[in-house]
């Protein structure tokens, strides 16, 4: 049973920067691509960033040269340290596998507010 746990997130100010980590269980984590998604409200969830098990990475355009994906393979942890934050970044953000297979963690929210 895959099991995600994300925390880090919280409220910022714009300009601010958060790291948000996601603790995995029951998948081969190093072996695993994994992911960053967000879905603000009214909005669908959206890819936010990727990263391989080889260690390629992409990012959504509204999010490049910002935020940074990576991963600790010792303790099947996926991080994302996110920076220069807006606004429009305010959403609950998950961890899931890449591409997701439909296993999602609760969530940890980001507000981006002054």
């Known amino acids: 049973q895959v099991q995600l746990l994300e925390s880090g997130g919280g409220l910022v100010q714009p300009g601010g920067s958060l790291r948000l980590s996601c603790a995995a269980s029951?998948?081969?984590?190093?072996?695993?691509?994994m992911g960053w998604y967000r879905q603000a409200p009214g909005k669908q969830r959206e890819l936010v960033a990727s990263?391989?098990?080889?260690?390629?990475?992409n990012y959504a355009d509204s999010v490049k040269g910002r935020f940074t994906i990576s991963r600790d393979n010792a303790k099947n942890t996926v991080y994302l340290q996110m920076n220069s934050l807006k606004p429009e970044d305010t959403a609950v953000y998950y961890c899931?596998?890449?591409?997701?297979?439909?296993?999602w963690g609760q969530g940890t929210q980001v507000t981006v507010s002054s």
């Open positions: 899931s596998t890449f591409p997701d297979f439909g296993s």
């Open positions: 029951g998948i081969a984590f190093s072996t695993t691509a």
């Open positions: 990263l391989t098990r080889g260690g390629l990475t």
